[in-house]
């Protein structure tokens, strides 16, 4: 079991999509009511007095989509100037970015996901449910202002699903060969939605590499990041192509994080919620933060038993969607 070390935040569990693989259409979703998010200074306060005197050192931003948050240049500037703070980054689906890509970057933010899963704009809008309105172009610009403002890298994060977007796996591939972008094909976890799309709602990553191989060979590359992505380049290409096999091949011994959701719960899983801790909760009842590290630092005990058969059962029963777990 890896030293965990890295704590991903969910800032908000809104989204300006509806991703049919995270928020399906028919749910009946009650959001987190504003005075029930975890506020900046209690986010810091956790940081400060529980995450980091236990060894935190890195930190992922994530939703919802983050950047509806108001105060996120804010949140990112605070923990970037924490001297512990080794690694910060962020995943979006992109929509803002056009407008907001260069402040993030001012605020100190380096590294950035986003989510793309067509190049078409028409699946696109079908993917995210777009309601009448596209919006493939403004995330295509977006994703452009991100790179020429600086991130690095920059990956993008496309999940691929039978029927909808496989035929577009070397369109998506070959972005990384004159960019330094770095496609990151993710299996589809059935959260909350295992109905939607099938009896197989997802390919496994052997089947999208061996596409790619055949198309331009790979061979083995690096990229910075925390992930547990399989990572590999076609040949004399700038970019990068990782692949992450959650559903295929069991990782959960690697696993290095833990869980923060937007109303302050702390889960050591994203499946599992056994031992989880209402941490907003104990700070607004005033309990000292050395009781609060106590009990995040058992809960850090139990992780290494949480194994794949726990996951995979919970697979078939879990109720919540993905934009309401923290991705």
């Known amino acids: 079991m890896n030293k965990v070390d890295y704590l991903r935040i969910s800032l908000i569990d809104k989204c300006n999509f509806r991703c049919q693989y995270c928020m399906p259409n028919d ?7 504003k005075q029930e998010l975890l506020t900046k200074n209690e986010l810091l306060t956790l940081l400060k007095q529980v995450f980091i005197p236990l060894d935190f050192t890195k930190f992922r931003l994530t939703g919802g989509e983050p950047l509806l948050r108001q105060d996120i240049t804010e949140i990112i500037t605070e923990i970037v100037t924490l001297p512990e703070t080794k690694d910060l980054s962020l995943t979006t689906n992109g929509y803002l970015l056009e407008e907001k890509a260069e402040s993030l970057f001012l605020a100190g933010l380096k590294r950035i996901n986003i989510s793309l899963d067509s190049l078409n704009a028409n699946t696109f809008d079908r993917i995210i449910g777009n309601n009448g309105k596209s919006r493939w172009q403004k995330t295509w610009h977006g994703i452009l202002k991100a790179y020429e403002v600086g991130f ?36 589809f976890m059935p959260i909350g939605n295992s ?23 790979l061979q083995e590359a690096n990229i910075t990041g925390n992930g547990p992505a399989e990572v590999f380049k ?76 726990e996951r995979d059962s919970g697979i078939e029963t879990y109720h919540r969607t993905m934009s309401q777990i923290g991705g």
Not at 195 to 217: D, N
Request: aromatic share 8%.
């Open 27 to 33: 749910a009946e979703l009650s959001y987190i009511l």
């Open 152 to 187: 690095n890298p920059l990956k993008l994060n496309v999940v691929i699903i039978p029927d909808i977007n496989h035929h577009e796996i070397l369109d998506l591939a070959e972005l990384t060969i004159n960019k330094n972008w770095h496609v990151r094909f993710i299996e």
């Open 195 to 217: 109905q939607l799309f099938g009896e197989k709602a997802w390919i496994p990553s052997v089947e999208i590499k061996e596409k790619i191989k055949h198309k331009w060979g």
């Open 234 to 309: 076609i040949p004399d290409s700038q970019g990068t192509l990782g692949f992450i096999s959650q559903m295929s091949e069991c990782f959960c011994d690697r696993c290095n994080r833990i869980r923060l959701s937007a109303d302050g719960w702390l889960r050591p899983c994203l499946l599992n919620e056994t031992g989880q801790i209402n941490l907003k909760q104990a700070l607004r009842e005033g309990i000292n933060t050395a009781e609060i590290r106590e009990k995040v630092a058992q809960l850090l005990l139990i992780k290494p038993d949480i194994n794949f058969k």
